[in-house]
């Protein structure tokens, strides 16, 4: 009855490099030519965005890490409630419990409208390290979905995390 | 006969006749029922012999559409059928359930996240893997129009289920919806169809598979139905143009 296919991934997935932070105790793969950031330096910040090679919403994957207080069922509510106050025509698609970096974590699914009138669909995963929270989030234009997808999963599967240089001492 | 419209937003409220008549008003004003074509003109839907400016993007998807989409929703308490013309810029109308239809323009790139508020999608608990075949007369008698019909075919379908209990008594209870996506489009000298359905029982997610041996009932997530959504729509290579906003 159903003859859609969920992820045709009508390009092939792109050879992918690893981006690290905080001395190496987290990492993830990101297509190698894809710009990437780390905004300050130190800061807990790392992006990468693909090339602006046309008029359109550019992908991109962020890392952050911060410090959090509470739970991470309590921490994702948190989020959660502020994303759906702050974002136009937000809606959470999907979330559930899975492991992130090989430890408990949430993956949420969620789509809103940005200011520029773009469908953005927006797939996080988070966990928490002994009070220091880190989030995964990927980003990209709803239409080109499909095609992304693949790119998406695999820079999810990628992400490692090491406590030690991760949690300050 | 109801008609209610919003210039400001462009949101029209219409029974099924008005919209046949403004639609037909659109593409040839003389062939339009007069009577319809005045209460269309009483709620300012039309003025001056033509369509309200702030319809002109809905109506123009619909009269030059890339493409028909359904959006079908059926439950325990009734079935709605919601329609939409993929173009340049989209047009949805949205079922209401009371006889009547809001109209109004949407940019293509929305229309999977309006799929998604209509078909009600979220979150549901992970079924076990498994699958159950499923007949197309039980499918048919949840999409029926009959309430008796989808009483019995929820019966039906929470026999079925038995592999996944909690999901089994959920139907039992009265929560499940089957929502079905069509689409219809041209595409190179051929016209593409493409169908995506799924059970929701609350307590999980089955999408309805099918193969040489008929359609099956296959444990799915509403990531994996997003993603489906998002594919149902005809890509730009297929339709040789680009979606633009409303």
Redesign the interface.
């Known amino acids: 009855?159903?003859?859609?296919?969920?992820?045709?991934g009508?390009f092939p997935t792109p050879r992918l490099t690893t981006l690290r932070t905080r001395g190496g105790s987290v990492s993830f793969d990101v297509p190698a030519d894809w710009d990437t950031i780390e905004l300050p330096p130190g800061s807990g910040v790392v992006a990468a965005v693909e090339p602006d090679d046309a008029d359109r919403f550019r992908t991109n994957v962020v890392l952050t890490i911060t410090e959090v207080q509470g739970s991470l069922g309590d921490w994702h509510r948190t989020t959660q409630h502020h994303e759906a106050q702050e974002l136009d025509?937000y809606?959470?698609?999907?979330?559930?419990e899975l492991a992130v970096g090989g430890r408990l974590g949430l993956r949420r699914?969620t789509?809103h409208?940005t200011p520029a009138?773009?469908?953005v669909?927006t797939?996080s995963w988070t966990t928490l390290v002994d009070g220091t929270g880190v989030t995964l989030t990927a980003r990209v234009?709803?239409?080109r979905?499909?095609d992304m997808?693949p790119v998406i999963d695999a820079v999810a599967a990628s992400l490692s995390l090491h406590a030690d240089g991760l949690v300050p001492a | 006969m109801s008609v209610a419209f919003d210039p400001v937003t462009g949101h029209l409220r219409v029974d099924a006749d008005a919209f046949i008549t403004l639609v037909e008003y659109a593409s040839d004003p003389e062939g339009a029922c007069e009577d319809v074509v005045a209460r269309l003109g009483e709620a300012g839907a039309v003025a001056g012999g033509a369509p309200h400016p702030a319809l002109r993007n809905a109506l123009a998807a619909v009269t030059s559409s890339l493409g028909s989409l359904q959006v079908l929703v059926t439950g325990p308490d009734g079935v709605r059928l919601h329609q939409a013309w993929v173009a340049f810029v989209s047009a949805m109308l949205t079922d209401l359930a009371d006889g009547t239809y809001d109209f109004a323009a949407v940019?293509?790139?929305?229309v999977?996240?309006s799929i998604?508020?209509l078909t009600g999608?979220?979150?549901r608990p992970?079924l076990a893997a498994a699958s159950a075949v499923v007949d197309e007369s039980l499918?048919d008698d949840l999409a029926s129009n009959s309430a008796p019909a989808r009483q019995a075919g929820s019966e039906a379908l929470a026999d079925l289920l038995a592999p996944w209990p909690r999901a089994s008594s959920a139907v039992r209870a009265g929560l499940w919806q089957l929502s079905?996506v069509d689409i219809a489009f041209p595409a190179r000298g051929r016209t593409v169809v493409?169908?995506?359905?799924?059970v929701d029982v609350d307590a999980g997610l089955l999408?309805?598979?099918?193969d040489e041996h008929g359609?099956t009932l296959v444990p799915t997530?509403?990531?994996?139905?997003?993603?489906?959504v998002?594919?149902?729509?005809p890509?730009d290579a297929e339709t040789g143009t680009v979606?633009q906003?409303a």
């Open positions: 009855m159903s003859d859609v296919d969920p992820a045709p009508r025509g809606l959470l698609l999907d979330h559930e699914l789509t409208s009138q773009e469908s669909t797939e234009s709803t239409l979905l499909g997808a | 940019s293509t790139e929305f999977p996240t998604a508020r999608l979220q979150a992970r499918l079905v493409r169908r995506l359905a799924w999408r309805v598979e099918a359609p997530t509403s990531t994996a139905l997003w993603r489906a998002v594919s149902i729509l890509t979606a906003s």
